[in-house]
């Protein structure tokens, strides 16, 4: 099975730069997914890992580190927008998502 | 990006009655795809895959009697709530598995569709 941990909730201010850290145990890894989820909507992609390292897209990047069961995601010049729950997924070698409870990230102006 | 459509987005039922929903892949072919529930306030729970052309795979204590998952086609694939309850009001969403996707580097990853949210009076 997989554990997944990550905060609960984080505030920051429109402007800064807030990182969500996550960290797992799993029986198998395929691959770690970023997902961003408003209230009410369904997730939203934002990021994918499977080597070690920073991927950066825009305002969002994500790393990796496999052999500490480690990954980030830093969010940039935050917008009130990005206030959202954003959920770390791990997945298998049969291609199942694991997720996390997702931390809630509130914007403030 | 790649587009997944559920139908219907919203569904109030009486209690004993059967809900079915539809999840297609608008603009891509799906290999795989996957079924969750959210309840409020909670992350996404895996209930099931769906294989194009097999029978679907369940998660340890979903009940497959009633939640029927019929075998996908590379475009649809359809969850029926059967004797609904109110405990089984939630939050389903579907999610297709894009291998040729647009993901970080040409790796394939998994879109959501805008899920489904179902109350069961």
């Known amino acids: 099975g997989q554990n997944i941990d990550q905060p609960t909730e984080m505030t920051a201010t429109e402007g800064a730069i807030v990182q969500i850290n996550c960290t797992y145990q799993?029986?198998?890894?395929?691959?770690l997914f970023w997902y961003q989820q408003h209230a009410g909507e369904a997730p939203t992609f934002l990021s994918y890992n499977v080597l070690d390292g920073l991927e950066e897209k825009g305002r969002f990047s994500s790393f990796l580190s496999r052999s500490k069961g480690y990954s980030y995601l830093l969010l940039k010049e935050l917008q009130m927008k990005d206030s959202a729950s954003y959920l770390c997924a791990v997945r298998d070698g049969d291609y199942k998502l694991s997720f996390g409870a997702g931390t809630t990230v509130t914007v403030r102006a | 990006g790649a587009v997944v459509s559920q139908h219907p987005s919203w569904v109030i039922c009486k209690s004993g009655t059967s809900v079915k929903i539809e999840c297609r892949s608008l603009?891509?072919?799906?290999?795989?795809m996957f079924w969750y529930r959210q309840f409020p306030k909670q992350s996404l729970m895996l209930m099931a895959t769906?294989?194009?052309?097999?029978?679907?795979?369940?998660e340890q204590g979903v009940e497959k009697d009633k939640f029927l998952i019929n075998p996908a086609s590379l475009t649809l694939s359809t969850l029926t709530v059967t004797s609904a309850h109110p405990e089984d009001s939630s939050f389903y969403i579907c999610?297709?598995?894009?291998?040729?996707?647009?993901?970080?580097?040409?790796?394939?990853?998994?879109?959501f569709g805008p899920g489904t949210r179902l109350l069961v009076l």
């Open positions: 999610s297709a598995r894009d291998y040729s996707g647009p993901g970080t580097g040409g790796q394939e990853t998994q879109y």
């Open positions: 769906s294989n194009e052309g097999s029978k679907a795979t369940y």
């Open positions: 603009d891509f072919q799906a290999t795989t």
């Open positions: 799993t029986s198998g890894f395929n691959g």
